[in-house]
């Protein structure tokens, strides 16, 4: 992996990417890992996740991934809990996840208003 700042270093740090197994969060990935963080792929789809880390690690760079839902405290717990275990205490966060239904508001359901807030 060829770093996209020289100067800047995560060299060996934990760095938390929530909603990391694509899109944007799956680019940010990409970089703090290409800038020599250990990245920790959180996402709700954690088939997608062990393939974005699996992705990372074959280009060279230091990933792993946790389950998490952003909507449940014992996820959050959990998955920090894994995280913590596997690399040590965190040195960063990007807090990327979210949820879209790609409908006007009006047309949303209650069940789905209540998955996002």
């Known amino acids: 992996m060829t770093k996209p700042?020289?100067?800047?270093?995560?060299d060996g740090r934990p760095v938390i990417v929530t909603g990391g197994a694509m899109g944007i969060g799956l680019g940010i990935a990409e970089v703090l890992a290409e800038a020599g963080a250990t990245v920790?792929?959180?996402?709700?789809?954690e088939d997608k996740?062990?393939?974005?880390a699996a992705n990372i690690r074959a280009n060279g760079g230091n990933a792993d991934h946790?389950?998490?839902?952003?909507?449940?405290e014992e996820s959050i717990v959990t998955a920090c809990a894994e995280a913590k275990a596997r690399h040590g205490t965190?040195?960063?966060?990007?807090?990327?996840?979210g949820l879209q239904n790609r409908e006007l508001?009006?047309?949303?359901?209650?069940?789905f208003w209540e998955l996002t807030h």
């Open 5 to 10: 700042l020289p100067d800047f270093s995560l």
């Open 40 to 45: 920790i792929i959180a996402d709700l789809a």
């Open 49 to 52: 996740a062990a393939e974005a």
């Open 66 to 72: 946790v389950a998490l839902d952003l909507g449940s």
């Open 90 to 97: 965190p040195w960063g966060l990007v807090n990327n996840a």
């Open 105 to 111: 508001l009006s047309d949303g359901t209650a069940d």
